[in-house]
């Protein structure tokens, strides 16, 4: 199975900033698509960006310019810097991977256990 370890959530003031990090482990034959869910209270869980193997990213419209998504393939690990947060940001985040466990097999999705980013004061 695919193992996700995330991390880089807690807590922080507004305005500030945090990183977080997922990496992807098990046997993978390949990662197509590493994305970042967030999901807040009494909300739906809604894209905040995802980013293909070739380095195509796409971003939530409210969320671009503040956040960055990045990855590092050789590491099976995907970023996502923060920056200017807002109280609103607040909620889970989650890692999601699009995985081929073989090379003939469909991608499937595999998700994170999510990490809490608070934004307080």
């Known amino acids: 199975q695919v193992r996700m370890v995330e991390s880089g959530g807690g807590l922080v003031q507004p305005g500030g900033s945090l990183r977080l990090s997922c990496v992807a482990s098990g046997i993978i034959f390949s990662i197509d698509t590493m994305g970042w869910y967030r999901q807040a209270p009494g909300k739906q869980r809604e894209l905040v960006a995802v980013?293909?193997?070739?380095?195509?990213?796409n971003y939530a419209d409210s969320l671009k310019g503040r956040f960055t998504i990045s990855r590092d393939n050789a590491k099976n690990t995907v970023y996502l810097q923060m920056n200017s947060l807002k109280p609103e940001d607040t909620a889970v985040y989650y890692c999601n991977v699009q995985v081929r466990i073989r090379r003939l097999d469909s991608p499937v999705d595999y998700w994170g256990q999510g990490t809490q980013v608070t934004v307080s004061s």
């Open positions: 980013i293909r193997r070739d380095g195509n990213i």
